[in-house]
């Protein structure tokens, strides 16, 4: 077998399995800048790289679960409770900062690694059972500690991650690529990467094979959990202000990104790349319509449209294989 | 020559890379037993595939009964009767068996209305279960039953409609020697009514006893047709491989090393009840014994697939703990699982992942792993296996099923083991591949591994054992060395009475 010939198949696999939606998100770049004006400007562009990069970070996360056909819908909750806790230590408590943004990420790891210890330890069914539940115990309890009310007087470097720039540039897009470089090395370079993989295509093949399956998803939803405490810090920093009902929707956010971006529900499938496009073809779509004008309302009509549209063309591709 | 039931003109079908059937020419008389034969990859799934409707040919005409078909899709082809009982299971394992059989045709009480008339589906399947003489109540869940006894179930469903033609692809694969012989019988019957048959399979003998006419297919074209009686097992072997097959279970004859693995009364239930053996290095070890005995759960319980309630495992003199298959491969024993597909391969991914996950800590140098590394012993393997892939990157799902087979071997082989279990490692593998599978056991033995093989071919067992271990029921009903084994003493072990 020459090098050439398998050179091509890995090619070919990239450009039209993998990296499909980038055409999906060239496509509405170039109609969109067309229909408005204002959309190709920096200005609107560095607009839109802040709005993906919350979902982005989440997305992350939600794609891991969704790698091992799984699935997390705790996410919102549980940046809410990180950001409420972390926010809390800041200003009620005087920790320091930087402790206290790691307090935040603790948090989200903590409750993720809840919901892997839920599903593998109880054994429960699907994921969906115990993430479910964790949506509900970890919202409320953010209003709990909380009381209920926002927390603000975060420090100004806070701010920065949220909304400040290097030149022309998003902080937070940086922070957003830095993260999807790491995932990629993670998920194609590390043991545990390709674990996930054999672990969401055939979790029965996977235990077989002597791969621990349990520690696995363990460590998929602790990673999604700190994953949406780090979506969490950047909202905080665009806001300034951590709010105990903030993340409201965001699962559902973060699983059309991952999607979209060409990931499988029954596991096994899907790139990190193709999740930061869906989540660009998220933003560009709502930052489109606003130019145009168009209802938030109908703007979610729109969304659910686009995502139909992704997955059918994905199934179309698929069959053809 | 008797009336022509089916007959295919120059059918040709090619997919990308590969020309699957090349000018195919068959017949196959009203109420014969035409077997099929020929190597994986030669063309006999795309064959069916096309007879059934679920493939189109490039060129060629397909003339049922006299009839020429125009378009044949899945809907055509069961109108005319054509029936195929495939050898992996279309059976939805969390339903009954009176659903699985009317899966689709469900009776209503009251024609296209009304409520599902359980109890009359139910008779109706009695009476088919009957018919093949099947001791499986029509209330039980296809995913208590053994694969035996599901297959059993796949064809009461054929014969629950009308068939004309029945196509039956390696449907013995998966069952024992009683029910070989009751489908064998029920075949016949079938042949009285008229009915005509396709059989598809890789064991000769069987063809021998059950078929009227045989079909060679080999890289995609029909290389021989003849009636049974005029060809020997030499012939038709001659003609799948196009080359002489001089030895057909070559084992080396080496001295058997010391012992490498101790079981102690191990004990599952009933289906693993206080078995204790030892294996070798440089030895192969048969267990043979009938469908269902719990040679599978057995091995199973051993790597830790399935949880064992007492018991001790010995590797190389001390004991261990294995309460995962994890714990299994990093003491060096692997198994290689009778169902390949689903419960070895990772259909999605390619081959190259499948080969090298269950060592990934092979290629991680820092944290980072070495995919040119990989890449180099995929290769190797592919090559030492003879592997028929277009290349490493291609996803396991398109490869044919005797080289998926071989991907799963090579995931094996690619660990450090010392301990190979093999569960049926020739199954659905045809003969030139079945050949370089006991080369590779050789090589195994050669370097001093130690080889368990779970075998329902008594051939292969007798073939290509050092020793041999009989379960029946769940108990170790005899241990021999092969120089004093004969079919009968296995066979009398096998379906000994324990209880």
């Known amino acids: 077998m020459e090098k050439a010939n398998n050179d091509l198949i890995k090619w070919k696999d990239i450009i039209f399995e993998k990296l499909g939606a980038l055409f999906g998100l060239l496509f509405l770049v170039i109609v969109l800048s067309f229909i408005s004006p204002y959309f190709l400007t920096v200005n609107n562009i560095t607009n839109v790289l802040q709005q993906a990069s919350i979902n982005a970070l989440v997305a992350s996360g939600m794609l891991l679960a969704i790698l091992t056909a799984g699935i997390d819908l705790s996410v919102g909750s549980i940046l809410a409770l990180s950001i409420s806790i972390g926010g809390l230590s800041i200003v009620n408590y005087g920790i320091n900062p930087v402790i206290g943004i790691l307090i935040v990420l603790a948090v989200g790891a903590a409750a993720g690694l809840t919901n892997g210890l839920l599903l593998t330890r109880l054994n429960l069914p699907h994921p969906f059972i115990s993430t479910l539940a964790m949506m509900n115990v970890a919202r409320g309890l953010a209003l709990i500690v909380t009381d209920s009310s926002p927390v603000s007087g975060l420090p100004g470097w806070v701010q920065f991650i949220g909304s400040g720039y290097i030149g022309e540039i998003p902080f937070s897009f940086i922070l957003v690529i830095a993260v999807i470089v790491f995932f990629h090395f993670f998920l194609n370079k590390t043991t545990l990467g390709r674990h996930i993989y054999a672990v969401g295509g055939n979790p029965e093949a996977a235990r077989l094979s002597g791969i621990d399956t349990k520690k696995v998803l363990t460590w998929v939803y602790t990673i999604s959990g700190l994953m949406a405490a780090m979506g969490g810090i950047v909202l905080m920093g665009r806001v300034n202000a951590a709010y105990p009902n903030a993340g409201l929707g965001y699962e559902l956010d973060a699983i059309a990104a991952v999607i979209i971006g060409g990931a499988s529900f029954m596991g096994g499938v899907g790139t990190i790349w193709g999740t930061l496009i869906g989540a660009m073809i998220i933003a560009v779509i709502r930052n489109g319509l606003n130019l145009l004008g168009v209802a938030a309302s109908l703007q979610t009509v729109v969304l659910g449209t686009v995502i139909i549209i992704a997955v059918y063309i994905d199934v179309l591709r698929r069959k053809s294989v | ?499």
């Open chain 2, 1 to 499: 020559m008797g009336e022509i039931f089916l007959k295919i003109e120059n059918i040709t079908k090619t997919f990308p890379g590969v020309k699957a059937l090349d000018n195919v020419d068959l017949e196959v008389e009203k109420g014969e037993i035409h077997v099929l034969i020929g190597e994986n990859g030669a063309g006999k799934s795309t064959l069916i595939k096309i007879l059934t409707g679920l493939h189109q040919p490039d060129s060629g005409k397909i003339i049922i009964d006299g009839k020429k078909i125009k378009k044949n899709n899945l809907r055509t082809a069961l109108d005319n009767g054509i029936i195929p009982i495939y050898q992996e299971l279309n059976l939805i394992q969390q339903l009954d068996v009176t659903e699985n059989i009317f899966m689709g045709r469900e009776i209503r009480k009251y024609e296209k209305f009304g409520i599902i008339d359980r109890k009359y589906m139910e008779e109706r399947t009695r009476k088919i279960l009957k018919r093949l003489n099947q001791d499986i109540s029509p209330t039980a869940k296809i995913q208590d039953l053994g694969v035996g006894k599901q297959q059993m179930v796949e064809i009461a469903k054929a014969l629950s409609v009308d068939v004309n033609l029945l196509i039956l692809d390696e449907p013995t694969s998966s069952l024992g020697e009683d029910e070989v012989n009751e489908l064998f019988k029920t075949m016949k019957k079938l042949k009285e009514q008229g009915v005509t048959m396709i059989f598809i399979s890789h064991k000769l003998n069987e063809a021998k006893r059950i078929g009227d006419r045989v079909t060679v297919l080999r890289d995609g074209q029909n290389v021989s047709t003849n009636n049974i009686t005029d060809v020997t097992e030499d012939d038709i072997v001659r003609d799948m491989v196009g080359r002489e097959i001089d030895e057909q279970y070559p084992k080396i004859d080496i001295d058997r090393g010391e012992e490498i693995l101790k079981v102690e009364h191990l004990k599952r239930g009933d289906i693993v009840n206080d078995i204790s053996f030892s294996a070798h290095r440089g030895e192969v070890l048969g267990i043979a014994g009938l469908v269902g005995a719990g040679r599978t759960e057995l091995v199973r319980t051993i790597i830790g697939a399935d949880k064992k309630d007492s018991g001790d495992i010995y590797i190389n003199g001390r004991k261990v703990k294995i309460d995962h298959p994890k714990d299994a491969l990093n003491k060096g024993m692997v198994l290689l699982t009778e169902d390949r597909k689903t419960q070895g391969l990772f259909l999605d991914q390619t081959v190259m992942f499948n080969i090298v996950s269950s060592n990934l800590n092979k290629y991680s140098k820092n944290i980072l792993l070495d995919l040119k590394q990989q890449a180099a012993d995929t290769e190797k393997y592919v090559s030492n296996l003879k592997i028929k892939t277009p290349g490493i990157h291609t996803k396991a799902k398109q490869l044919s099923g005797g080289n998926q087979q071989k991907v799963v071997i090579g995931k094996w082989l690619n660990t450090s083991a010392e301990i190979f279990i093999f569960d049926e490692p020739t199954r659905g593998i045809d003969v030139g591949a079945k050949v370089e599978i006991y080369n590779i056991i050789n090589e195994l033995i050669g370097q001093g591994k130690s080889v368990i093989m779970v075998s329902s071919e008594l051939p292969e067992i007798l073939g290509f054992s050092d020793r041999i271990l009989v379960i029946s029921e769940g108990r170790l009903t005899a241990e021999m060395d092969v120089k004093e084994a004969t079919q009968e003493k296995i066979m009398s072990a096998a379906t000994a009475n324990v209880s």
